[in-house]
């Protein structure tokens, strides 16, 4: 008797209109939550959710502390979103963000022939890389990476030049140029979508982190390697191109999102969003083989890993 088809979750099966809800609650012209919460339209300000916690050049200790009072509802966003992931995984990335989720959803409307492939560039040398300028360009006196080059910043405005002349008129600046092309190069053109929060989010950075941490007992997408035929179909809808198939089928937690693309499409029911095996008489985890390789082999899965 053939095995029934693994249960979607309602959240990964309905994950298109809750994409829109975050950008209803966050984004211009409505930006519900904002709204509701403080005087500010965007995540700049009180929102932002990753400028407090930089340290820039000849900054005091009250002067750093003070940034997190400045901006507690960004602080009070991001403590939410990495508990979360520690248990459910990166689930704010994958259904809430409204940055990510308008690139995604504004790359399925562009042709597949006119997308761009970046899953052979490893995105943890390039993602943690980023994340080290980040942190280091304002105390090496080269300015702060925060403001001028932030899709938390950029994406708002471009919902916004619809509606106030002073977010179309960035746009005709030089920095607005160079930002709209981070948008549409790792954006709309990249294939899943999510090329900047692959490489270049602060935020996904810490929040992978954080899902890597958590792996070992939270629930995440999980792969089981005797199930798999290596068919490919899971790669072709992974947005962050996590899926490894090229020694041992494999699911790199640094850079999964739980969407349920890959659960949607498996033929064989191989992948399933679970807990990682019980721990046996040992004391170590009986691993799949999938989960071994993840966890001990660097580039078995999208790359070197960290």
């Known amino acids: 008797m053939p095995e029934s ?25 409505l930006s519900l939550l904002f709204q509701a919460g403080t005087t500010d339209s965007n995540f700049c300000g009180a ?14 200790f009250s ?40 690139t995604e959803l504004g790359s399925r409307l562009v042709s597949r022939r006119l997308k761009i492939d970046y899953s052979p560039v490893p995105a943890p040398p390039v993602r943690y890389g980023y994340l080290a300028v980040y942190l280091l ?17 950029t994406v708002p ?5 619809f509606f106030t002349p002073a977010d179309l008129a960035y746009f005709f600046r030089t920095l607005g140029w160079l930002n709209l092309a981070l948008v549409v190069f790792l954006g709309f053109l990249a294939r899943g979508g999510r090329g900047y929060c692959n490489f270049f989010c602060p935020v996904g950075a810490l929040d992978a982190l954080a899902a890597k941490l958590g792996s070992r007992f939270g629930r995440r997408m999980r792969l089981d390697a005797e199930r ?8 072709e809808v992974c ?5 490894g198939l090229e020694k041992q089928p494999c699911i790199d937690q640094l850079s999964c999102l739980p969407c349920g693309e890959c659960e949607k499409v498996c033929p064989e029911n191989a992948i399933a969003y679970k807990k990682a095996a019980a721990r046996g008489r040992l004391g170590r985890r009986a691993e799949t083989p999938a989960t071994a390789v993840a966890s001990s082999m660097p580039g078995a899965c999208g790359g070197p890993g960290l």
């Open 5 to 29: 088809p693994i249960k979607i979750h309602f959240f990964r099966r309905h994950r298109t209109p809750l994409l829109l809800l975050g950008v209803l609650l966050f984004m211009p012209p």
């Open 47 to 60: 929102w932002c959710p990753r400028m407090f916690f930089v340290w820039r050049e000849g900054m005091t």
């Open 63 to 102: 002067q750093f502390f003070l940034g997190f009072a400045r901006s507690f509802m960004g602080v009070i966003l991001l403590v939410g979103i990495l508990l979360s992931t520690l248990f459910l995984g990166r689930y704010w990335c994958s259904h809430l963000c409204p940055i990510g989720g308008t």
């Open 137 to 153: 360009a304002p105390l090496a006196g080269l300015g702060s990476l925060c403001c001028n080059y932030c899709n938390f910043a």
């Open 157 to 161: 405005r471009l919902y916004g030049a």
């Open 228 to 235: 798999c035929t290596r068919c490919g179909l899971c790669l």
């Open 239 to 243: 947005p962050t191109w996590a899926i």
